[in-house]
């Protein structure tokens, strides 16, 4: 029974992916769309952040949404180290710019 149903649901997908009733969009339309794009992003999230600036609030909704165009001068990796993000690029900068005062 378990066969003839999974054989039933395998022919039911492929029926449904050989479905050729959706019409082509019009390339025009396409390109003059992408045209059109502006730059703003809108999130939903479900809890008014106190403010965009992680130093000013702790809050967990300004960490959440912050974390991603704030970035850190140490991070954990995905082995809970400490990795040093934006430090080792500081150490670099701090490097060549001390080799080019010579």
């Known amino acids: 029974m378990k066969k003839l149903g999974l054989l039933g649901f395998a022919g039911f997908l492929l029926l449904t992916g050989c479905n050729s009733d959706e019409q ?3 390339t025009e339309t396409t390109s003059s769309a992408s045209a059109a794009i502006t730059e703003e992003l809108t999130v939903g ?4 952040p ?3 600036d992680p130093y000013i609030s702790t809050a967990v909704a300004t960490r959440d949404i912050t974390r ?3 970035e850190t001068l140490v991070t954990v990796n995905e082995i809970s180290k400490l ?3 934006l430090l080792n690029q500081l150490m670099k900068v701090k490097m060549v710019r ?3 005062s010579i």
């Open 24 to 26: 082509m969009e019009d």
């Open 45 to 48: 999230y479900p809890a008014q």
């Open 50 to 52: 106190e403010s965009l």
């Open 68 to 70: 991603h165009f704030f």
């Open 83 to 85: 990795y040093q993000c």
């Open 98 to 100: 001390s080799l080019l």
